[in-house]
């Protein structure tokens, strides 16, 4: 089964950083799609960046585009969002995301991903 479990979430006052981290089990990143997605309270869950694996091909939503860096370890297994500059508007849920036999959908849009990760919370304040 495929599993995934973020971390490093936590409370930041605006301009800090933090970085998340997704460890996945039963799924092999260095060779797949990994998204991490955010939803705030009263809204949809967006695509905040992905990256393949396989490719080292990474994607970023305009929001974070310059101010966020996705990675992975392959070693460990584990991607990361490293998260700098952050606003009060980052505030949310970020969940990390796999793609298992989906194909055709952009990297960041949920309709890619259907394994979910059980999220970690970011405030920015």
């Known amino acids: 089964d495929v599993q995934l479990v973020e971390s490093g979430g936590g409370s930041v006052l605006a301009g800090g950083s933090l970085r998340l981290s997704c460890a996945a089990s039963g799924y092999t990143v260095s060779s797949n799609f990994v998204g991490w997605f955010r939803q705030a309270p009263g809204k949809e869950r967006e695509g905040v960046a992905a990256?393949?694996?396989?490719?080292?091909?990474?994607y970023y939503a305009g929001s974070v585009k310059g101010r966020f860096t996705i990675s992975q370890d392959n070693a460990k297994n584990t991607v990361y969002l490293q998260m700098s500059s952050l606003k009060p508007e980052d505030t949310g849920m970020y969940y990390c995301a796999a793609s298992v036999g989906i194909r055709g959908y952009p990297a960041l849009s949920r309709a890619q991903y259907n394994y979910w990760g059980q999220g970690t919370q970011v405030t920015v304040s």
């Open positions: 990256i393949n694996g396989g490719a080292d091909t990474t």
